[in-house]
Nanobody, 125 residues
Framework: VQLVESGGGLVQPGGSLNLSCAAS????????MGWFRQAPGKEREFVAA????????YYVDSVKGRFTISRDNAKNTVYLQMNSLKPEDTAVYYC???????????????????WGQGTQVTVSS
């Protein structure tokens, strides 16, 4: 499975970005998908996860109400809509995928088998 993120960039505080993660290779619709981020000098952090149907989602508290994860299995793509961005959201954002069914372990990086290369998001005035 190959994952390619896009949509990152520089945005002012309060602005929005929509990240995309295109998957190719093995069947996409059976996977749990997640977004993680890593800021300079900090550990990788879970951001959001979604099950294969899109019916179950989970977010880290710091992004609840601002970020929305979604997926389009017909396009083999998962999205992260980010609104009301803050400087503390600045990080490299990574897409991750696994064949495992959705569970509480989806917040852990070790739950995932495949990772994208990351896309930089910078929130600054």
């Amino acid at each position: 499975v190959q994952l390619v993120e896009s949509g990152g960039g520089l945005v002012q505080p309060g602005g929005s970005l929509n990240l995309s993660c295109a998957a190719s290779g093995r069947t996409f619709s059976s996977r749990t998908m997640g977004w993680f981020r890593q800021a300079p000098g900090k550990e990788r952090e879970f951001v959001a996860a979604i099950n294969w149907s899109g019916g179950n989602t989970y977010y880290v508290d710091s992004v609840k109400g601002r970020f929305t994860i979604s997926r389009d299995n017909a396009k083999n793509t998962v999205y992260l809509q980010m609104n009301s961005l803050k400087p503390e959201d600045t990080a490299v954002y990574y897409c991750a995928a696994t064949l495992r069914g959705y569970s509480g372990d989806a917040i852990r990086g070790s739950f995932y088998d495949y990772w994208g290369q990351g896309t930089q998001v910078t929130v600054s005035s």
